[in-house]
């Protein structure tokens, strides 16, 4: 069974009628179509909506099937959400596991708030769970559960994934309740990282807060006994769906309109993102201005797609981001543009996975330069829709994604120049070298697809629950 913040659908309530939509998302994108295929998934999470007339003490609204997933809503009421998700999750844990690009808050409501919603979901998976199987909890925004779980529910196998990045030591000591955080994860039998880093930092931390002692290179060994595996388990897209959907009759159609619409440019630059301040959406525009300005890029030949998903629009550092990239869209097509012909072409909506298709198949250079990330889905689903072994990922040495997609131009999002640089680099590439990259970047997404992620991590969990030592 899954626990995850976010159910893979998002419920919407009008009136009398309940409908359930795909909610978009990196996790969902990863997990649905690997778990699908393993039997009957059951997943615990938030519905997405607000609950405010829900008993105090209920930790689960009804159950319902949607799609072949049995799906466990956790009611949240709206203060929680402010508190849980709003707060401590996306105001302390996301900026300062990224490197505190934003600063992070440390405020003690937020914590109470988020200790109470990990023990809903806590107590909600440990009453639908069947006796003796896995727990598989998921992310930043739960890692209290795992203790939870183990305290309430012994005979469980309980797996943790961390989607980001876990921060060096010194950062994450400055976190008040780093010694419960800590803890919390330690109450897995697995725990999972996107990179050797992640994982690294984790035992090292464990350590040095005096909660674990290394046993061998993977292995923790706590004060009872009770061992707790940690390795880096580099999630995949399902690359197969991207292939075969970029082939389609229908994307090669819109595609093709598509090109048209934007003016039939020889070069088109495509950046596809959640509007977050980690994914250094204005780090690629400052690169791409530039350019324009120099004359190293030209304006009649030159046009880039930015698409950014709305998201997180109750925390104030994300309101500040999309205001600054706004204002850097309409500089350079000010500057650059004419009338009927923008130079930047920007959305700011949700994209069908169909339109998302045809983003990548129109795009010569794909640009994901992130300030720091765990992986980037984006950069893998680029690829597997290049079938033709066509473009050019330029791709940040900072995304989890950069260790397997080593053939990529590699960039620091931190040097604008070395930006500029490699944005003119796989312009200009010689098509045999674009071909030669692609087919290698094509093999690695393969290879490793969520299926095969999601399959490695549960081969990896015990056997057996392990005697009941803490
Ligand atoms: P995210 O930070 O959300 O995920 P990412 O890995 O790029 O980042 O996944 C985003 C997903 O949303 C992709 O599947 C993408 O196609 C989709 N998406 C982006 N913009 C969209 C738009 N405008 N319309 C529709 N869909 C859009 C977190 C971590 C990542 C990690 C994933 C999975 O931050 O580092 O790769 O989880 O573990």
Redesign the pocket.
């Known amino acids: 069974m899954l626990v995850a913040n976010r159910l893979p659908f998002r419920r919407i309530d009008a009136g009398t009628e309940t409908t359930w939509i795909p909610s978009?998302?990196?996790?969902?994108?990863?997990l649905a179509p690997s778990m699908a295929d393993t039997g009957r998934l059951a997943w615990v999470g938030w519905a997405g909506d607000i609950d405010e007339g829900t008993t105090p003490g209920t930790v689960l609204s009804a159950e319902v099937v949607v799609d072949g997933a049995t799906l466990y809503p956790v009611p949240i009421d709206a203060e929680e959400k402010r508190l849980h998700y709003d707060g401590m999750s996306n105001g302390t844990l996301w900026p300062l596991y990224h490197d505190k690009i934003s600063p992070p808050e440390f405020h003690r409501r937020w914590y109470d708030g988020y200790r109470r919603v990990n023990q809903r979901f806590a107590e909600a998976a440990a009453t639908v769970a069947a006796p003796d199987s896995i727990v598989w909890v998921h992310?930043y925004q739960l890692q209290l559960v795992p203790g939870m779980v183990r305290e309430l529910r012994p005979d469980l196998r309980i797996g943790y994934?961390l989607?980001?990045?876990f921060p060096p030591e010194e950062l994450f000591v400055q976190l008040p309740w780093r010694q419960t955080l800590t803890a919390g994860i330690l109450g897995s039998d697995l725990v999972g990282f996107?990179t050797p880093d992640g994982a690294a930092n984790f035992s090292r931390l464990a350590a040095a807060l005096g909660l674990a002692a290394r046993h061998n290179k993977s292995t923790l060994e706590l004060e009872s006994g009770r061992r707790v595996q940690v390795r880096a388990f580099p999630?995949g897209?399902d690359s197969e769906r991207y292939d075969e959907g970029a082939r389609s009759h229908q994307v090669t159609d819109a595609t093709r309109d598509l090109r048209a619409r934007l003016g039939q440019p020889h070069i088109v630059l495509l950046g596809?993102?959640?509007l977050?301040y980690?994914?250094g959406i204005d780090v690629r525009l400052r690169a791409f201005k530039e350019l324009l300005a120099d004359g190293r890029l030209h304006p009649s030949q030159v046009t880039m797609v930015q698409?950014?998903?709305?998201?997180r629009d109750a925390v104030d550092a994300y309101v500040s981001l999309r205001g600054q990239v706004e204002q850097l869209v309409s500089e350079i097509n000010g500057d650059f543009g004419r009338v009927g012909f923008p130079v930047v072409h920007y959305?700011?909506?949700?994209?069908?996975?169909e339109?998302?298709l045809s983003l990548y198949r129109a795009a010569d250079v794909m640009l994901?330069t992130?300030f720091r990330?765990?992986?980037?889905?984006?950069?893998?689903?680029y690829v597997a829709t290049r079938y033709d072994e066509t473009g050019m990922l330029v791709l940040s040495e900072f995304?989890?994604?950069a260790h397997q997609l080593k053939s990529a131009v590699l960039v620091n999002p931190y040097d604008i120049e070395g930006v500029k640089n490699a944005i003119v680099e796989a312009v200009e590439m010689a098509p045999d070298e674009v071909r030669r990259r692609m087919r290698s970047m094509r093999r690695a997404v393969k290879k490793n697809d969520a299926a095969a992620w999601a399959r490695s991590f549960l081969d990896s969990m015990p056997a057996q629950a392990q005697p009941a030592l803490g």
Do not use: C, W, Y
């Open positions: 978009p998302g990196g996790l969902v994108s990863a992310d994934f989607h980001i990045p996107q999630i897209i596809v993102d959640r977050d980690t994914k698409v950014a998903e709305p998201s959305v700011h909506r949700s994209q069908s996975h339109s998302l994901v992130p990330d765990g992986m980037n889905l984006v950069a893998k689903e995304a989890g994604a």
